[in-house]
Protein backbone atom coordinates (compact mmCIF):
# COMPACT_ATOMS: atom_id res chain seq x y z
CA UNK A 1 0.00 0.00 0.00
CA UNK A 2 1.90 3.04 -1.28
CA UNK A 3 -0.09 5.35 1.00
CA UNK A 4 0.90 9.19 -0.31
CA UNK A 5 3.81 9.37 -2.70
CA UNK A 6 5.69 12.67 -3.34
CA UNK A 7 7.68 13.44 -6.87
CA UNK A 8 10.37 14.59 -6.90
CA UNK A 9 12.03 14.06 -3.43
CA UNK A 10 15.11 16.27 -4.36
CA UNK A 11 15.28 19.26 -6.58
CA UNK A 12 18.06 21.70 -7.51
CA UNK A 13 16.02 25.23 -9.06
CA UNK A 14 17.83 28.26 -10.24
CA UNK A 15 15.65 31.62 -8.91
CA UNK A 16 13.19 31.78 -11.68
CA UNK A 17 13.11 28.74 -13.16
CA UNK A 18 9.60 26.97 -12.07
CA UNK A 19 8.62 23.59 -11.24
CA UNK A 20 5.69 21.59 -10.37
CA UNK A 21 5.53 18.79 -7.32
CA UNK A 22 3.57 15.68 -7.43
CA UNK A 23 1.35 14.15 -4.76
CA UNK A 24 -0.53 11.06 -5.61
CA UNK A 25 -2.34 9.19 -2.63
CA UNK A 26 -4.31 5.58 -3.47
CA UNK A 27 -6.22 5.82 -0.11
CA UNK A 28 -9.66 7.85 -1.70
CA UNK A 29 -9.10 10.63 0.43
CA UNK A 30 -11.30 13.46 -0.17
CA UNK A 31 -8.73 16.05 1.46
CA UNK A 32 -4.94 17.20 0.49
CA UNK A 33 -2.85 19.50 1.67
CA UNK A 34 0.82 20.85 1.15
CA UNK A 35 3.24 22.01 3.87
CA UNK A 36 6.38 23.62 3.78
CA UNK A 37 8.51 22.44 6.68
CA UNK A 38 11.75 24.92 7.72
CA UNK A 39 13.94 25.16 11.05
CA UNK A 40 12.42 26.71 13.79
CA UNK A 41 9.15 27.49 12.12
CA UNK A 42 7.33 23.79 11.84
CA UNK A 43 4.85 23.22 9.58
CA UNK A 44 3.17 25.82 7.74
CA UNK A 45 0.32 24.97 5.68
CA UNK A 46 0.64 26.86 2.03
CA UNK A 47 -2.96 25.40 -0.17
CA UNK A 48 -4.99 22.83 0.80
CA UNK A 49 -7.95 21.13 -1.14
CA UNK A 50 -11.10 19.45 0.44
CA UNK A 51 -12.54 17.83 -2.88
CA UNK A 52 -11.65 17.23 -6.65
CA UNK A 53 -11.27 20.58 -8.59
CA UNK A 54 -11.28 22.50 -5.50
CA UNK A 55 -8.36 24.54 -3.41
CA UNK A 56 -7.98 26.97 -0.82
CA UNK A 57 -5.29 28.86 0.47
CA UNK A 58 -3.34 28.18 3.37
CA UNK A 59 -0.86 30.72 5.90
CA UNK A 60 2.09 31.10 3.25
CA UNK A 61 -0.19 30.88 -0.09
CA UNK A 62 2.45 33.75 -1.99
CA UNK A 63 4.28 32.17 -4.80
CA UNK A 64 2.88 28.79 -5.30
CA UNK A 65 -0.09 27.70 -7.33
CA UNK A 66 -2.17 24.12 -6.92
CA UNK A 67 -4.72 22.06 -9.04
CA UNK A 68 -6.29 19.16 -8.44
CA UNK A 69 -7.83 17.51 -11.28
CA UNK A 70 -8.28 14.09 -10.10
CA UNK A 71 -9.54 12.89 -6.53
CA UNK A 72 -5.79 11.55 -6.10
CA UNK A 73 -3.68 13.89 -7.33
CA UNK A 74 -2.35 17.49 -5.77
CA UNK A 75 0.04 19.36 -7.76
CA UNK A 76 1.91 22.29 -6.32
CA UNK A 77 3.46 24.29 -8.77
CA UNK A 78 6.34 27.66 -8.53
CA UNK A 79 6.20 29.77 -11.35
CA UNK A 80 8.83 31.47 -10.45
CA UNK A 81 11.51 30.24 -7.63
CA UNK A 82 12.98 32.26 -5.46
CA UNK A 83 15.48 31.36 -2.60
CA UNK A 84 13.02 31.84 0.46
CA UNK A 85 10.97 28.63 -1.32
CA UNK A 86 14.29 26.56 -0.55
CA UNK A 87 12.69 24.39 1.32
CA UNK A 88 10.85 20.99 2.81
CA UNK A 89 8.05 20.38 1.04
CA UNK A 90 4.90 17.88 2.31
CA UNK A 91 1.79 16.36 1.06
CA UNK A 92 -0.86 14.87 3.28
CA UNK A 93 -4.08 13.91 2.75
CA UNK A 94 -7.19 13.18 4.90
CA UNK A 95 -10.56 12.20 5.37
CA UNK A 96 -13.70 12.25 7.60
CA UNK A 97 -14.30 9.72 9.62
CA UNK A 98 -18.27 8.24 9.55
CA UNK A 99 -20.57 10.45 11.28
CA UNK A 100 -21.38 14.07 11.15
CA UNK A 101 -20.31 14.89 14.62
CA UNK A 102 -16.75 13.83 13.53
CA UNK A 103 -16.58 15.70 10.04
CA UNK A 104 -12.81 16.90 9.01
CA UNK A 105 -11.53 15.23 12.37
CA UNK A 106 -9.25 12.28 10.65
CA UNK A 107 -5.70 12.37 10.94
CA UNK A 108 -3.42 13.08 8.11
CA UNK A 109 -1.05 10.70 5.97
CA UNK A 110 2.02 12.54 4.90
CA UNK A 111 4.29 12.08 1.95
CA UNK A 112 8.25 11.55 2.74
CA UNK A 113 8.74 14.91 1.44
CA UNK A 114 10.54 16.73 -1.35
CA UNK A 115 13.49 18.30 -0.42
CA UNK A 116 13.37 21.56 -2.85
CA UNK A 117 17.16 23.87 -3.05
CA UNK A 118 16.61 27.59 -4.75
CA UNK A 119 19.80 29.08 -5.85
CA UNK B 1 -6.16 33.64 15.82
CA UNK B 2 -6.26 30.08 16.31
CA UNK B 3 -2.52 28.24 17.42
CA UNK B 4 -0.62 25.76 18.84
CA UNK B 5 2.45 26.17 21.05
CA UNK B 6 4.95 24.01 22.07
CA UNK B 7 7.22 25.86 24.49
CA UNK B 8 10.30 23.25 24.59
CA UNK B 9 12.33 22.99 21.61
CA UNK B 10 14.23 20.07 22.85
CA UNK B 11 13.55 17.27 26.05
CA UNK B 12 16.36 15.08 27.20
CA UNK B 13 15.33 12.29 29.22
CA UNK B 14 17.09 9.24 30.27
CA UNK B 15 16.10 6.36 29.32
CA UNK B 16 13.39 4.22 31.21
CA UNK B 17 12.05 7.24 32.84
CA UNK B 18 8.59 9.05 31.83
CA UNK B 19 8.66 11.50 29.51
CA UNK B 20 6.38 14.72 28.54
CA UNK B 21 6.60 16.92 25.32
CA UNK B 22 3.89 19.60 26.14
CA UNK B 23 2.03 21.64 23.94
CA UNK B 24 -1.00 24.05 24.84
CA UNK B 25 -3.75 25.72 22.37
CA UNK B 26 -5.84 28.29 22.10
CA UNK B 27 -9.01 27.62 19.27
CA UNK B 28 -12.37 28.90 19.04
CA UNK B 29 -15.30 26.11 19.66
CA UNK B 30 -14.30 22.47 20.46
CA UNK B 31 -10.48 21.75 19.67
CA UNK B 32 -9.13 18.28 17.94
CA UNK B 33 -5.74 17.66 18.79
CA UNK B 34 -3.04 15.87 17.60
CA UNK B 35 0.47 14.07 17.56
CA UNK B 36 2.64 13.41 15.06
CA UNK B 37 6.35 12.15 15.26
CA UNK B 38 8.88 12.90 12.45
CA UNK B 39 12.14 10.73 12.29
CA UNK B 40 14.92 11.73 10.18
CA UNK B 41 14.25 12.72 6.97
CA UNK B 42 10.84 11.43 6.89
CA UNK B 43 7.73 12.50 6.71
CA UNK B 44 5.12 12.91 9.72
CA UNK B 45 3.92 9.76 11.48
CA UNK B 46 0.22 10.31 13.18
CA UNK B 47 0.29 8.90 16.99
CA UNK B 48 -2.88 9.90 18.86
CA UNK B 49 -5.87 12.10 18.89
CA UNK B 50 -8.56 14.15 20.83
CA UNK B 51 -11.41 14.70 19.39
CA UNK B 52 -14.34 14.18 22.10
CA UNK B 53 -14.78 12.02 25.35
CA UNK B 54 -11.97 10.73 27.56
CA UNK B 55 -9.72 12.92 28.98
CA UNK B 56 -6.40 10.32 28.33
CA UNK B 57 -5.91 9.01 24.66
CA UNK B 58 -3.98 6.27 23.90
CA UNK B 59 -2.13 5.80 20.90
CA UNK B 60 1.16 4.33 18.83
CA UNK B 61 4.25 3.07 20.66
CA UNK B 62 2.72 3.13 24.12
CA UNK B 63 2.68 6.76 24.17
CA UNK B 64 -0.43 8.42 25.58
CA UNK B 65 -2.05 12.65 25.96
CA UNK B 66 -3.68 13.85 28.11
CA UNK B 67 -6.10 16.70 27.61
CA UNK B 68 -6.63 19.47 29.82
CA UNK B 69 -9.32 22.11 28.79
CA UNK B 70 -9.14 24.24 32.11
CA UNK B 71 -5.37 24.42 31.17
CA UNK B 72 -5.84 24.21 27.16
CA UNK B 73 -3.11 21.59 26.90
CA UNK B 74 -2.57 18.27 25.45
CA UNK B 75 0.95 16.88 26.55
CA UNK B 76 2.67 13.75 25.02
CA UNK B 77 3.57 11.43 27.53
CA UNK B 78 5.02 7.71 28.02
CA UNK B 79 5.84 5.79 30.92
CA UNK B 80 8.85 4.50 30.45
CA UNK B 81 11.15 6.81 27.13
CA UNK B 82 13.13 4.51 24.96
CA UNK B 83 16.61 5.28 22.64
CA UNK B 84 14.14 4.73 19.63
CA UNK B 85 11.64 7.21 20.46
CA UNK B 86 14.41 10.23 20.17
CA UNK B 87 12.83 12.01 17.00
CA UNK B 88 10.94 15.78 16.43
CA UNK B 89 7.45 16.02 17.92
CA UNK B 90 4.47 17.88 16.44
CA UNK B 91 0.99 18.98 18.16
CA UNK B 92 -1.44 20.21 15.69
CA UNK B 93 -5.11 20.94 15.85
CA UNK B 94 -7.94 21.19 13.34
CA UNK B 95 -9.34 25.07 12.78
CA UNK B 96 -12.57 25.14 13.98
CA UNK B 97 -14.71 25.13 11.43
CA UNK B 98 -12.01 24.64 8.72
CA UNK B 99 -10.40 21.36 6.82
CA UNK B 100 -7.02 23.21 7.94
CA UNK B 101 -4.56 21.83 10.40
CA UNK B 102 -2.33 24.25 12.50
CA UNK B 103 1.14 22.51 13.54
CA UNK B 104 3.48 23.84 16.64
CA UNK B 105 6.90 24.42 16.01
CA UNK B 106 7.91 20.83 17.48
CA UNK B 107 9.71 19.52 20.04
CA UNK B 108 13.00 17.67 19.70
CA UNK B 109 13.08 14.84 22.20
CA UNK B 110 16.61 12.80 22.81
CA UNK B 111 16.10 9.58 25.18
CA UNK B 112 19.86 9.06 26.34
CA UNK B 113 21.34 5.64 26.98
Known amino acids: NAGVTQTPKFRVLKTGQSMTLLCAQDMNHEYMYWYRQDPGMGLRLIHY???????AKGEVPDGYNVSRLKKQNFLLGLESAAPSQTSVYFC??????????????????FGEGSRLTVL | AQSVAQPEDQVNVAEGNPLTVKCTYSVSGNPYLFWYVQYPNRGLQFLLKYITGDNLVKGSYGFEAEFNKSQTSFHLKKPSALVSDSALYFCAVRVSGTYKYIFGTGTRLKVLA
Open chain 1, 49 to 55: SVGEGTT
Open chain 1, 92 to 109: ASSYSPVGAAALGTGELF
